[in-house]
């Protein structure tokens, strides 16, 4: 039997390259939205630890420049919060199209793989039903050889010279 040969193997070879871009996107969409959630982590902290330290301890002598210095930094600080929450926010949705596209990327593939399938399915039965045929035929050969051979012949003799019966 010769081997099966796709038709739409180009296809399907293009569909399996599109859909391992889709899952290196997806990976590195992942990689950076938990880069952005570690950096707004790391925000978040700082804020925290500026706010506490922006508190004078009872007792200190308060100074006006540094209030306002803490009070710069600490919106500085918030602003830069939101900026990265917005960019996580992105990231994420980014990261959620990078998904849904690799699934339509392994869907389209998987349709190709099943069409590939069947048609090897239905070369392979071709093939058997191809044999089946000629061993039919092989057989009906030498049923009629055999026949040919032990009939009785016009002068009353089988195929071995014996006198038919």
Known sequence: MPHYLFP???????????????????????????????????????????????????????EPAQLLSNDLHLARLRMMTQAQQADVERLVSQEQADREQLVESARGR?????????GALQHQAEWARRESQQLDEAGTMVFIRHRRNCAPRSDGTDADGDRAA
């Open 110 to 118: 998987q349709v190709i793989e099943r069409l590939k399938e069947r």
């Open 8 to 62: 739409l193997q180009r296809l399907l070879d293009l569909r399996e390259t599109n859909e391992d871009v889709a899952r290196r996107q997806l990976v590195a969409s992942e990689r950076e939205v938990a880069m952005g959630r570690a950096r707004l982590s790391d925000l978040r902290e700082e804020v925290a630890q500026t706010s506490q330290e922006a508190v004078p301890a009872p007792g200190q002598p308060v």
